[in-house]
């Protein structure tokens, strides 16, 4: 359970990460991007083509172990939740990067769906099962 309450703080900090809020990718779509695209590649989500995988930046390691403690002690079923939750959470963060750079406003339908998209439910219960699932096993 501890990998678990330690996974939902590292989830926590992500959804709301000066990294994206008001830290150096808060208005830089292509870099937003790049990080996304590396943390979805972990987990062989959305992969593209010519997408490098760097795993250097904070963000992306700890991304990587909560990954890998999932991937080998987990249901696969916890793991399919966790990453459909990232995939939202993820192209949550971009929709407000976008906006953000091009100075607009989202309408307020936008406004919603981005706020619960990035509020990260989706993926903290999959890391919930996964604490459960420890527990029980």
């Not at 996974?7 to 008001?22: H, R, Y």
Request: charged share 25%; with cysteine; glycine share 6%.
């Amino acid at each position: 359970m501890r990998v678990s309450l330690w996974g939902l703080k590292i989830i926590s900090w992500l959804s709301k990460s000066i990294v994206f809020d008001k830290g150096p990718y808060h208005n830089d779509p292509k870099k937003a991007s790049k990080i996304i695209k590396n943390l979805l590649a972990g987990m062989d989500v959305d992969l593209a083509s010519n997408a490098t995988r760097t795993a250097d930046l904070p963000i992306i390691k700890a991304h990587d172990s909560i990954w890998r403690r999932l991937v080998e002690s987990s249901p696969k079923g916890v793991q399919r939740r966790y990453t459909e939750g990232m995939r939202g959470y993820t192209e949550g963060i971009m929709a407000e990067v976008t906006h953000c750079s091009n100075a607009s406003l989202p309408s307020l339908s936008e406004t919603l769906e981005n706020r619960r998209r990035t509020i990260v439910t989706l993926p903290s219960f999959a890391l919930l099962e996964y604490g459960c699932f420890r527990l029980i096993s």
